[in-house]
């Protein structure tokens, strides 16, 4: 599929439909945030304001002051980050970078850092640590590309054009 440019338009480009459940996006933003406020101020998480969870995403409760997610990332549906390992008697920092995508069913284990502007693949598991601007994918994970840049939520630059064109042609 051809991704085709942006055409410079005085309004912004085309945006996707919203269907189904991305109509009560206000109700989801709301239980976002009051889950939030659970997991920082009675558990004692170190979540960013702008960081996004998905209500499915299974941050560590035996050791929640060993979570810290960065600014404007993302964190999505089955996705695990643990902060312990009682096999081992561990329990160990583990950091999610600013500008961070954390994919659907990703395991992100104790001690690990995920560099700012990284972008983790659904369903990788996270061993060692995830150096700056780069996509992980597998198990464990290893680096697949280097030198991305990812803007909030580790959106890539050109899924803007590609939202764009999908929208122009009715496919969304």
């Known amino acids: 599929?051809?991704?085709?440019?942006?055409?410079?338009?005085?309004?912004?480009?085309?945006?996707?439909?919203?269907?189904?459940?991305?109509?009560?996006?206000?109700l989801r933003r709301a239980l976002v945030n009051m889950r939030r406020a659970?997991?920082?101020r009675l558990l004692g998480m170190d979540l960013a304001p702008s960081a996004e969870l998905s209500l499915s995403a299974n941050l560590d409760r035996t050791f929640p002051i060993g979570v810290h997610v960065g600014a404007n990332s993302y964190i999505a549906f089955g996705?695990?980050?643990l902060a312990h390992d009682r096999t081992r008697g561990l329990?160990?920092?583990?950091?999610?970078?600013?500008?961070?995508?954390?994919?659907?069913?990703?395991?992100i284990l104790p001690g690990v850092k995920v560099g700012d502007?990284?972008?983790?693949?659904?369903?990788?598991?996270?061993?060692?640590?995830?150096?700056?601007?780069?996509?992980?994918?597998?198990?464990?994970a290893r680096v697949i590309r280097q030198g991305i840049d990812a803007g909030p939520y580790g959106r890539l630059p050109t899924a803007d054009r590609q939202e764009?064109?999908?929208?122009?042609?009715?496919?969304?």
């Open 117 to 140: 502007g990284s972008i983790v693949a659904a369903g990788a598991v996270v061993t060692r640590d995830v150096p700056d601007d780069c996509i992980v994918a597998g198990n464990p």
């Open 164 to 172: 764009h064109s999908l929208a122009v042609t009715g496919l969304t």
């Open 38 to 40: 659970y997991l920082v």
């Open 1 to 26: 599929m051809t991704v085709t440019a942006l055409p410079n338009f005085a309004e912004p480009p085309a945006k996707a439909r919203r269907r189904g459940l991305n109509r009560l996006k206000w």
């Open 91 to 107: 329990y160990l920092h583990t950091r999610i970078g600013e500008n961070c995508f954390i994919g659907a069913r990703s395991i």
């Open 79 to 81: 996705a695990v980050v």
